[in-house]
C-alpha cells in the first residue's frame, strides 16, 4: 500500500507576475517528416487539410458568417465544488482515461515510477517529467487517425517530486543551498516528452514501448540558437563562447505546430530560474530587471544557482564573457522541435523575439503567408505576431523561415481597430538614442523596445487560437487584479474590467485576412466571471452565454470551429469558489453559447488540448492535481496526467 505523501501538495506556482512594468486547422494538416520528404504533402493533406489551407473552399471572412448549428451536442457537466474532489468528469456517453503521468516510462530502459518518489534523477532522465502544458499530435501517414506521437511540455516541478519535498538550507553566509541530485532530479523533468502511441487491436490506443521516436528533453539538452541573436555577445557565456549553443529549454508552457511537421515549444516564467545579486548590475541591466530576474537571495524560488553557476547570472569579472551574466539571454525563446527526428538538435529562434512566451500560434493562408501569435504572460504585457519572409511551400518548405521575419506588437484602440507596430531596430524610436543599435539589442530586450512602440499592456495573454476556416485569432486574456489599480496598466477598451479576477477573450481579424497585415480590427468574445445577478460586485460579473467560468488560459479551435476554453484559477480561493474545480469548456463561435465538458480534479489546472485529425480521440492535461489523481484512493502522491478522452460511440468529440 502506498502512503498519503508527506509533501505539501502540489500548488501552481507558474504565474506568478515577475515584474512591475485551435490552431487545430494546423495540427490536423501537420505533416510526418516521410511524407515532406516523399514531396507529396500537397497531395497527402489535401484529405483533412482546412478550407482556409487547402484553398478547396473559399473562406467566410468572418466567423459570425458560418453556419455552426448544433455544433454542440453533448449534455454539460456540473461544477464540483466538494474539497476532495478527485477525479475527471466528462458528460454522458463519453469516457476519460489517464493516458500518460509523470514518472511513466519515456526512453529505453526507464525505471517503474516509486510512489515514494524516490526514483533518482538518472532514472528522472528517461521518465515522463512533471506539469504536463502544451501538447500536439503529429500523425504518421499509415494510419492518421490511429497512429501518431504525442508531444508534451514539462512545465516546471512540484514539491511531490522529491519523498519530503525540496531540501533548502542556508549557510554561514546566507545563501541558499540545495543538494545536487535534488536539482539534477528537478532540471531532468522539465522538458519535453515525445511517445509513439497507436490503437492496439482492440481499438485502444497504447503507447508504444521501445520506440526509437520515443525521447526525452530536459534542461539540460543541447540546444542551438539560432537567427538574428546567434553569436552576437549577447548570447556569449564562459562555457559557450561562440554564442550558440546553449543547454535545455525551462519552463514549456504552451506551443505551436507547423505546417512542415515540427513543434514549437515555448519558454514561459524561465526568469524564475535565474538571480543577479549584484544590485547595480541588476538596476542597469534592462534584459534582467525588465524581466523580473531577481536580485537577492531568497526572492528565485528553484535555487538551482547553488549547484549549478549557470543559474547565477551576477557578474564575474575573472570569467569569460561573464561567467553566465548572459546565461538569461538564452531562455524565453521559441523552441524549434522535429519529433520524426529523434537525432535532432532542437533550435531555439531568436527572430522571434524574448518574452515569457505562452504559445507560438499559426495562421497560414491559402497562398502560404504565415503570422504566429504569441501572448507574453505576465500582468500587463503584449501581444506579438511574427510574420516570417518566406511563405510557406507545401512542395518545398523552409525549414528555418523562423529565422527571417518580422516581429510586431499589437495595439488595440477604443473603436475596435488595432495595429500591429514593428519590433524593428531603426524604426519608431527604437533608435540608438533609446539604446538600439541593432536588431540584436531589439530582440534581446523585446519587452522594453514594445514599450517604446506604445503597445497596449493586457491582461495576462495566455494561449491564441485561430480558427481553422475564417483565421479570426481568439486570445485568452486570462486575469489581472492589478488593472486599474496600478497606474501603468489602466482600464482599457481591451481590458475593461478593474482588479479583474476573471479574465475575458478578445478576437480579431487581419486587415483583408492577410496575415502579414499591420491593421485589424477586434472585439470581445466574452468576459468570463460570474452572473450577473445581485450580490455578485460589478466587477467580478461576467456576461457569459452559458456555463460559468473563471481565468481562461487554454485555447483550442477543433477541426470543425468548436472553441475549447480550458481554466487556471485557483479553487480554493474567493472569488472562485463557486466556479468549483477546474475545467475544460466547448463554445459555438456563432451564438456564443458556452458548455461546461469535463470538470478536473481539486488543485489542477486543466490545460494542453489536441486531438486526431478526425476529432475522434481527444488529449488534455490534468496539470498539478492536489490531491491523489489520477490513483484517486486519497493517499497516493498526486501526478499530473494526460487523459484520454472518447466518445463510447466511436463519434466526434463535442459533436
Ligand atoms: Fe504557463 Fe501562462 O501559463
Ligand atoms: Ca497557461
Ligand atoms: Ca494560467
Known amino acids: 500500500m502506498s502512503e498519503k505523501p508527506e509533501v505539501p501538495p502540489a500548488i501552481d506556482i507558474d504565474d506568478i507576475p515577475v515584474n512591475t512594468s485551435g490552431n487545430l486547422s494546423l495540427e490536423n494538416v501537420v505533416a510526418s517528416r516521410r511524407r515532406l520528404l516523399k514531396g507529396s504533402l500537397g497531395l497527402a493533406l489535401g484529405s483533412f487539410l482546412s478550407p482556409a489551407l487547402s484553398g478547396?473552399?473559399?473562406?467566410?471572412?468572418?466567423?459570425?458568417?458560418?453556419?455552426?448549428?448544433?455544433?454542440?451536442?453533448?449534455?454539460?457537466?456540473?461544477?464540483?465544488?466538494?474539497?476532495?474532489?478527485d477525479q475527471v468528469i466528462v458528460p454522458p456517453g463519453y469516457t476519460a482515461r489517464p493516458f500518460f503521468s509523470w514518472g511513466d516510462a519515456v526512453e529505453n530502459g526507464a525505471s517503474p515510477w516509486r510512489k515514494d518518489a524516490s526514483n533518482n534523477w538518472q532514472e528522472q532522465m528517461l521518465q515522463a517529467g512533471q506539469n504536463h502544458d502544451g501538447m500536439a499530435y503529429f500523425p504518421f501517414d499509415d494510419a492518421i487517425n490511429d497512429h501518431?506521437?504525442?508531444?508534451?511540455?514539462?512545465?516546471?516541478?512540484?514539491?511531490?517530486?522529491?519523498?519530503?519535498?525540496?531540501?533548502?538550507?542556508?549557510?554561514?553566509?546566507?545563501?541558499?543551498?540545495?543538494?545536487?541530485?535534488?536539482?539534477?532530479?528537478?532540471?531532468?523533468?522539465h522538458g519535453i516528452s515525445v511517445i509513439e502511441i497507436r490503437r492496439d487491436t482492440e481499438g485502444q490506443w497504447q503507447r508504444v514501448k521501445s520506440s526509437r521516436f520515443n525521447r526525452r528533453l530536459t534542461a539540460n539538452s543541447p540546444m542551438h540558437l539560432t537567427g538574428p541573436m546567434a553569436g552576437t555577445d549577447y548570447l556569449k557565456t564562459a562555457a559557450d563562447s561562440t554564442?550558440?549553443?546553449?543547454?535545455?529549454?525551462?519552463?514549456?508552457?504552451?506551443?505551436?505546430?507547423?505546417?512542415?511537421?515540427?513543434?514549437?515549444?515555448?519558454?514561459?516564467?524561465?526568469?524564475?530560474?535565474?538571480?543577479?545579486?549584484?544590485?547595480?548590475?541588476?538596476?542597469?541591466?534592462?534584459?534582467?530587471?525588465?524581466?523580473?530576474?531577481?536580485?537577492?537571495?531568497n526572492s528565485y524560488k528553484y535555487q538551482w544557482s547553488s549547484v549549478d553557476p549557470r543559474f547565477d547570472a551576477t557578474p564575474q569579472e575573472n570569467l569569460d564573457h561573464g561567467g553566465y551574466v548572459n546565461e538569461p539571454h538564452r531562455f524565453g525563446w521559441v523552441v524549434e522541435i522535429d519529433p520524426?527526428?529523434?537525432?535532432?538538435?532542437?533550435?531555439?529562434?531568436?527572430?522571434?523575439?524574448?518574452?515569457?512566451?505562452?504559445?507560438a500560434t499559426l495562421s497560414v493562408a491559402e497562398d502560404g503567408r504565415m503570422a504566429i501569435y504569441s501572448g507574453d504572460d505576465t500582468r500587463g504585457e503584449y501581444l506579438y505576431k511574427f510574420v516570417p519572409d518566406a511563405r510557406f511551400d507545401p512542395k518545398n518548405p523552409d525549414r528555418d523561415c523562423l529565422d527571417k521575419g518580422t516581429l510586431y506588437v499589437a495595439v488595440f484602440h477604443s473603436d475596435g481597430r488595432g495595429e500591429w507596430r514593428a519590433l524593428v531596430q531603426g524604426q519608431g524610436g527604437l533608435t540608438p538614442r533609446n539604446g538600439f543599435f541593432?536588431?540584436?539589442?531589439?530582440?534581446?530586450?523585446?519587452?522594453?523596445?514594445?514599450?517604446?512602440?506604445?503597445?497596449?499592456?493586457?491582461?495576462?495573454?495566455?494561449?491564441?487560437?485561430?480558427?481553422?476556416?475564417?483565421?479570426?485569432?481568439?486570445?485568452?486574456?486570462?486575469?489581472?487584479?492589478?488593472?486599474?489599480?496600478?497606474?501603468?496598466?489602466?482600464?482599457?477598451?481591451?481590458?475593461?474590467?478593474?482588479?479583474?479576477?476573471?479574465?475575458?477573450?478578445?478576437?480579431?481579424?487581419?486587415?483583408?485576412?492577410?496575415?502579414?497585415?499591420?491593421?485589424?480590427?477586434?472585439?470581445?468574445?466574452?468576459?468570463?466571471?460570474?452572473?450577473?445577478?445581485?450580490?455578485?460586485?460589478?466587477?467580478?460579473?461576467?456576461?457569459?452565454?452559458?456555463?460559468?467560468?473563471s481565468s481562461p488560459d487554454g485555447l483550442w479551435f477543433d477541426h470543425h470551429g468548436r472553441l475549447w476554453i480550458e481554466t487556471d484559477y485557483d479553487d480554493e480561493e474567493q472569488p472562485y469558489q463557486d466556479m468549483g474545480t477546474n475545467q475544460l469548456l466547448c463554445a459555438d463561435p456563432v451564438t456564443r453559447e458556452v458548455r461546461r465538458f469535463l470538470v478536473g480534479p481539486r488543485g489542477c489546472e486543466i490545460t494542453g488540448l489536441t486531438a486526431t485529425p478526425d476529432g475522434k480521440s481527444l488529449w488534455l492535461n490534468v496539470q498539478h492535481p492536489g490531491i491523489s489523481y489520477p490513483a484517486s484512493d486519497g493517499k497516493t502522491r498526486p501526478r499530473s496526467t494526460t487523459v484520454l478522452v472518447t466518445r463510447d460511440d466511436g463519434g466526434i468529440i463535442g459533436s
Not at 252 to 269: A, F, H, R
Not at 340 to 359: I, L, N, V
Request: net charge negative.
Open 148 to 189: 501518431g506521437l504525442l508531444v508534451i511540455n514539462h512545465e516546471y516541478t512540484n514539491p511531490t517530486l522529491h519523498p519530503q519535498g525540496p531540501t533548502m538550507t542556508v549557510d554561514d553566509a546566507g545563501v541558499i543551498r540545495r543538494p545536487v541530485d535534488e536539482v539534477k532530479k528537478e532540471q531532468a523533468a
Open 243 to 297: 554564442g550558440t549553443r546553449v543547454l535545455g529549454t525551462i519552463n514549456n508552457c504552451s506551443m505551436g505546430v507547423t505546417p512542415w511537421g515540427t513543434y514549437l515549444t515555448c519558454e514561459e516564467n524561465w526568469s524564475n530560474y535565474f538571480v543577479n545579486r549584484d544590485a547595480q548590475d541588476h538596476a542597469q541591466r534592462a534584459t534582467h530587471h525588465r524581466y523580473g530576474i531577481a536580485q537577492g537571495n
Open 340 to 359: 520524426f527526428d529523434p537525432q535532432s538538435t532542437p533550435k531555439k529562434r531568436t527572430a522571434m523575439g524574448r518574452f515569457a512566451r505562452e504559445c
Open 438 to 549: 541593432t536588431q540584436a539589442d531589439v530582440l534581446v530586450n523585446t519587452r522594453g523596445a514594445a514599450d517604446i512602440l506604445g503597445a497596449t499592456p493586457m491582461d495576462r495573454p495566455e494561449w491564441v487560437a485561430v480558427h481553422p476556416q475564417t483565421r479570426e485569432a481568439y486570445v485568452t486574456l486570462t486575469n489581472n487584479v492589478e488593472r486599474g489599480v496600478k497606474s501603468d496598466q489602466p482600464i482599457d477598451a481591451a481590458n475593461p474590467r478593474r482588479e479583474n479576477h476573471h479574465g475575458q477573450i478578445v478576437r480579431w481579424r487581419e486587415t483583408d485576412n492577410d496575415p502579414g497585415a499591420t491593421t485589424f480590427s477586434w472585439d470581445i468574445f466574452l468576459l468570463a466571471g460570474r452572473r450577473a445577478e445581485s450580490g455578485v460586485p460589478k466587477h467580478e460579473q461576467g456576461n457569459i452565454n452559458g456555463d460559468i467560468f
Open 56 to 85: 478547396c473552399a473559399a473562406p467566410p471572412r468572418h466567423t459570425a458568417e458560418l453556419s455552426l448549428a448544433g455544433a454542440i451536442g453533448f449534455t454539460s457537466v456540473p461544477v464540483q465544488q466538494a474539497v476532495d474532489f
